[in-house]
T-cell receptor, first 116, second 114 residues
Framework: AQSVAQPEDQVNVAEGNPLTVKCTYSVSGNPYLFWYVQYPNRGLQFLLKYITGDNLVKGSYGFEAEFNKSQTSFHLKKPSALVSDSALYFC??????????????FGTGTKLQVIP | NAGVMQNPRHLVRRRGQEARLRCSPMKGHSHVYWYRQLPEEGLKFMVYLQKENIIDESGMPKERFSAEFPKEGPSILRIQQVVRGDSAAYFCASLSDREGYGYTFGSGTRLTVV
């Protein structure tokens, strides 16, 4: 079974400071890893993914994430937080290869609050 | 490409009524997934369908809930005899057959049972 843990329900950061939203995962074999963002009363928007290759992946809105296989982590980062980054962030994983069955498992989400 | 379309955006039902939630996947996507999001909770997988077939319904309650994805038309998530505990946001996502891509989500249907 695959699973995702987001240990922090909420992260508070001052505008302009770097931010990190933590994610660890458990999956059999190699993972595909994703980050999504959800604004209030909206659906989920794709931010970035790790499939293979460089451990540091860059995504939308200046976000990046680092894949660490030994620590089974995929933390989301941004060098300088904006108030507009305040939202709910979900980490997700699915196993590779999919074998035709491609269920993605989501974490419980981390609410990011950027303080002006 | 219009993305994943869900309707209605908001749905209010009285206890005991039926709720029908619709999802049209992105053009060319043949995989559809339904997730439920309860307040202060994450996304819970409900069901995975691939054109006319239910691949995995392990997350869907055995009673009152059903899903379909016909050859023509949108995917339908149907909840019969709704109860207050069914109030939630229901999200549909579709996936391309191309390897290595994540879901594209719809904007969700917010079901309120009164």
């Amino acid at each position: 079974a695959q699973s995702v843990a987001q240990p922090e329900d909420q992260v508070n950061v001052a505008e302009g400071n770097p931010l990190t939203v933590k994610c660890t995962y458990s999956v059999s074999g190699n993972p595909y890893l994703f980050w999504y963002v959800q604004y209030p009363n909206r659906g989920l928007q794709f931010l970035l993914k790790y499939i293979t290759g460089d451990n540091l992946v860059k995504g939308s809105y200046g976000f990046e994430a680092e894949f660490n296989k030994s620590q089974t982590s995929f933390h989301l980062k941004k060098p300088s937080a904006l108030v507009s980054d305040s939202a709910l962030y979900f980490c997700a994983v699915r196993a590779v290869p999919p074998g035709g069955y491609q269920k993605v498992t989501f974490g419980t989400g981390t609410k990011l609050q950027v303080i002006p | 490409n219009a993305g994943v379309m869900q309707n209605p955006r908001h749905l209010v039902r009285r206890r005991g009524q039926e709720a029908r939630l619709r999802c049209s996947p992105m053009k060319g996507h043949s995989h559809v997934y339904w997730y439920r999001q309860l307040p202060e909770e994450g996304l819970k997988f409900m069901v995975y369908l691939q054109k006319e077939n239910i691949i995995d319904e392990s997350g869907m309650p055995k009673e009152r809930f059903s899903a379909e994805f016909p050859k023509e038309g949108p995917s339908i998530l149907r909840i019969q005899q709704v109860v207050r505990g069914d109030s939630a946001a229901y999200f549909c996502a579709s996936l391309s057959d191309r390897e290595g891509y994540g879901y594209t989500f719809g904007s969700g249907t917010r079901l309120t049972v009164v």
